[in-house]
């Protein structure tokens, strides 16, 4: 007795030390109708009283409140409509929906219950996967409830276990996020919440199963609606964005992700909460990696994505393309730059990546783009606009050079190659020759490079002056630019002005104090020949300037072509 007695103890005081699980409520009585009608109130109908209710499958599931259980139950007789292979891709999308849950990071999860219904059409409320239907629901009594509709297409194996874990998603999203932020979606019909609700919840079913289920259908619904629908006006097809995100960031990140979503149905509210949970450049490597095929589904299966080409933009001058952004569409196009020299410019630069269609890796736009040799300039853009509001993106493309020869020549005088220091003569010397009051006068970045291929490009000339008059004094200061394509022939230098910037002001004052200030016009390209003459060391150019005197310029060699 006395040892029977100290062994009691001991197991008593072990009990006592050992940590304990959370109280947690019993699984309801299925042979209930009031606790079947929990699931759709037409099961507590008279009609249904004789529903034969069992326990076909229970699952445990390690959770960070302690063990719960999924369990599926079903009426006797259903095997009517749902033979041994639809009940196994049931009871194996159960498993497998087990198994990824402990991927997600210590998450909470109250006891499940899948309830297969086998004598009912799906109710108005219920998610429709090509007439598959299914429901999870949280109710008060520590449930979280799943019923599906076995008639029609619900009893096709290849999709039931994948629908299962999808459903099993509901539920944990139920467990670890606000009753608001469940609330926040729309029954599936693409608004609100539904795009992160529903397309998390496909994601976590191509974790748990490795069939593709409803993703192929996901993935081409996402290809036609992608150009023109913001991403949180998606519902299932969104999971193709979850793809991306739980291999960027694992199973526990896209968690994370969704605790940060939106408490309301409001487009406002949705924008801020994806603005706050990922910044502009990984909104933007999502469409990179869209537009180049790279998303597949968690066990390497190739989803069939296809993205639509979208516009064609196309330089052949100077100009500029203005690509209107509204929140997370993901935009997409072709820019094309034809023979030439170019600059470019994008703004706002972090919306937008570019791939050269010839090879190499996702960046921005190049600043400089050699398509001289009549190949190349062609890149593929992606834009996502990671805001709450529309913006523009500018794409501007100057020409710097064209293609061709210069004034019909073609011979270039290597002696001329290279790069060249202005330091004689000029416009501010010439005005001065030629009688013009200049008292203070000053310039920069007067240089001028001429490339072996042809091709030039002056400095960007920034120039201030004053002058005096009897009458009036004068200042003003002018900023200009060129480039294009040279020649040489018989000692004339062609300049072929391709692009030409040009800017400023100046402001007269009268002796009575008057003061008018104008906005220099801006000047278009002009091609122009003039003499020269070339040695090592200095560059001398004559300009011919009708009804008054020549212009001359002294270059010194500031280095090489």
Same mark, same amino acid.
């Given at each position: 007795?006395?040892?029977?007695?100290?062994?009691?103890?001991?197991?008593?005081?072990?009990?006592?030390?050992?940590?304990?699980?959370?109280?947690?409520?019993?699984?309801?009585?299925?042979?209930?109708?009031?606790?079947?009608?929990?699931?759709?109130?037409?099961?507590?109908?008279?009609?249904?009283?004789?529903?034969?209710?069992?326990? +076909?499958?229970?699952?445990?599931?390690?959770?960070?409140?302690?063990?719960?259980?999924?369990?599926?139950?079903?009426?006797?007789?259903?095997?009517?409509?749902?033979?041994?292979?639809?009940?196994?891709?049931?009871?194996?999308?159960?498993?497998?929906a087990a198994?990824?849950?402990?991927?997600?990071?210590?998450?909470?999860?109250?006891?499940?219950?899948?309830l297969?219904?086998?004598?009912?059409?799906?109710? &108005?409320?219920?998610?429709?996967?090509?007439?598959?239907?299914?429901?999870?629901?949280?109710?008060?009594?520590?449930?979280?409830h799943?019923?599906?509709?076995?008639?029609?297409?619900?009893?096709?194996p290849?999709?039931?276990?994948?629908?299962?874990?999808?459903?099993?998603?509901?539920?944990?999203?139920?467990?670890?996020?606000?009753?608001?932020?469940?609330?926040?979606?729309a029954?599936?019909?693409?608004?609100?919440?539904?795009?992160?609700?529903?397309?998390?919840?496909?994601?976590?079913?191509?974790?748990?199963?490795?069939?593709?289920?409803?993703?192929?259908a996901?993935?081409?619904?996402?290809?036609?609606?992608?150009?023109?629908?913001?991403?949180?006006?998606?519902?299932?097809?969104?999971?193709?964005?979850?793809l991306?995100?739980?291999?960027?960031?694992?199973?526990?990140?896209?968690?994370?992700?969704?605790?940060?979503?939106?408490?309301?149905?409001a487009?406002?509210?949705?924008?801020?909460?994806?603005?706050?949970?990922?910044?502009?450049?990984?909104w933007?490597?999502?469409?990179?990696?869209?537009?180049?095929?790279?998303?597949r589904?968690?066990h390497?299966?190739?989803?069939?994505?296809?993205?639509?080409?979208?516009?064609?933009?196309?330089?052949?001058?100077?100009?500029?393309?203005?690509?209107?952004?509204?929140?997370?569409?993901?935009?997409?196009?072709?820019?094309?730059?034809?023979?030439?020299?170019?600059?470019?410019?994008?703004?706002?630069?972090?919306?937008?990546?570019?791939?050269?269609? @010839?090879g190499?890796?996702?960046?921005?736009?190049?600043e400089?783009?050699?398509?001289?040799?009549?190949?190349?300039?062609?890149y593929?853009? @992606?834009?996502?606009?990671?805001?709450?509001?529309?913006?523009?993106?500018?794409?501007?493309?100057?020409?710097?050079s064209?293609?061709?020869?210069?004034?019909?020549?073609?011979?270039?005088?290597?002696?001329?190659?290279?790069?060249?220091?202005?330091?004689?003569?000029?416009?501010?010397?010439?005005?001065?020759?030629?009688?013009?009051?200049?008292t203070?006068?000053?310039?920069?970045?007067?240089?001028?490079?001429?490339?072996?291929?042809?091709?030039?490009?002056?400095?960007?000339?920034?120039?201030q002056?004053?002058?005096?008059?009897?009458?009036?004094?004068?200042?003003?200061?002018?900023?200009?630019?060129?480039?294009?394509?040279?020649?040489?022939?018989?000692? +004339?230098?062609?300049?072929?002005?391709?692009?030409?910037?040009?800017?400023?002001?100046?402001?007269?004052?009268?002796?009575?104090g008057?003061?008018?200030?104008?906005?220099?016009?801006?000047?278009?390209?002009? &091609?122009?020949?003039?003499?020269?003459?070339?040695?090592?060391?200095?560059?001398?150019?004559?300009?011919?300037?009708?009804r008054?005197?020549?212009?001359?310029?002294h270059?010194?060699?500031?280095?090489?072509?």
């Amino acid at each position: 007795m006395r040892a029977w007695l100290r062994w009691t103890l001991v197991l008593v005081t072990l009990s006592l030390l050992a940590p304990m699980s959370p109280a947690q409520a019993a699984f309801g009585e299925c042979s209930s109708a009031a606790y079947r009608g929990l699931f759709d109130e037409r099961y507590a109908e008279p009609r249904f009283l004789d529903f034969d209710c069992v326990e +076909r499958l229970r699952v445990p599931v390690p959770t960070s409140g302690g063990t719960r259980h999924i369990r599926i139950i079903h009426d006797l007789n259903a095997d009517w409509i749902a033979d041994d292979a639809t009940m196994a891709a049931f009871e194996r999308g159960v498993r497998s929906a087990a198994d990824a849950i402990g991927r997600l990071g210590g998450v909470a999860l109250e006891d499940v219950t899948i309830l297969l219904a086998d004598d009912l059409p799906p109710g &108005s409320t219920a998610e429709t996967f090509s007439d598959i239907a299914g429901l999870a629901e949280f109710t008060r009594d520590g449930e979280c409830h799943v019923v599906f509709y076995l008639i029609g297409p619900a009893s096709d194996p290849a999709l039931a276990a994948s629908l299962t874990a999808h459903e099993i998603f509901h539920c944990v999203q139920v467990a670890n996020l606000t009753a608001a932020q469940m609330a926040s979606g729309a029954n599936g019909t693409g608004a609100g919440g539904d795009w992160w609700l529903e397309g998390s919840a496909e994601w976590f079913a191509a974790l748990a199963v490795p069939e593709p289920g409803q993703m192929p259908a996901n993935a081409d619904a996402f290809d036609e609606l992608s150009p023109t629908t913001p991403l949180n006006q998606l519902a299932y097809s969104a999971g193709v964005f979850f793809l991306w995100l739980g291999a960027e960031a694992d199973p526990p990140g896209v968690m994370a992700f969704l605790r940060g979503m939106a408490d309301s149905n409001a487009p406002a509210a949705q924008h801020a909460a994806m603005t706050a949970a990922l910044p502009q450049e990984r909104w933007l490597a999502f469409a990179e990696a869209y537009l180049d095929r790279a998303i597949r589904h968690p066990h390497g299966l190739d989803i069939g994505l296809d993205p639509a080409d979208g516009d064609a933009w196309d330089w052949s001058a100077t100009r500029t393309q203005a690509l209107p952004l509204e929140p997370f569409v993901l935009a997409r196009g072709t820019a094309t730059f034809q023979c030439g020299r170019w600059r470019t410019s994008v703004r706002p630069a972090s919306a937008h990546g570019a791939r050269d269609e @010839a090879g190499g890796s996702w960046a921005t736009l190049p600043e400089e783009i050699d398509a001289s040799s009549g190949s190349g300039g062609r890149y593929r853009v @992606a834009a996502i606009n990671a805001t709450a509001s529309r913006v523009t993106l500018n794409i501007e493309g100057v020409m710097e050079s064209g293609c061709g020869d210069c004034a019909g020549v073609r011979t270039l005088d290597a002696c001329v190659v290279g790069h060249w220091q202005l330091t004689g003569g000029g416009p501010i010397e010439w005005m001065r020759a030629n009688g013009v009051p200049i008292t203070n006068a000053s310039t920069a970045n007067t240089t001028v490079t001429f490339r072996a291929d042809g091709t030039f490009v002056t400095g960007a000339v920034q120039a201030q002056l004053e002058m005096e008059y009897d009458s009036a004094r004068g200042e003003g200061e002018a900023r200009a630019q060129a480039s294009g394509r040279w020649s040489t022939d018989g000692g +004339r230098l062609n300049f072929c002005t391709d692009a030409q910037s040009f800017g400023g002001h100046a402001t007269v004052t009268t002796r009575d104090g008057d003061r008018r200030t104008m906005t220099l016009p801006s000047m278009p390209p002009e &091609s122009v020949t003039d003499t020269y003459t070339c040695s090592a060391t200095a560059l001398d150019t004559v300009r011919t300037i009708p009804r008054s005197s020549p212009m001359p310029f002294h270059y010194t060699r500031a280095g090489g072509g």
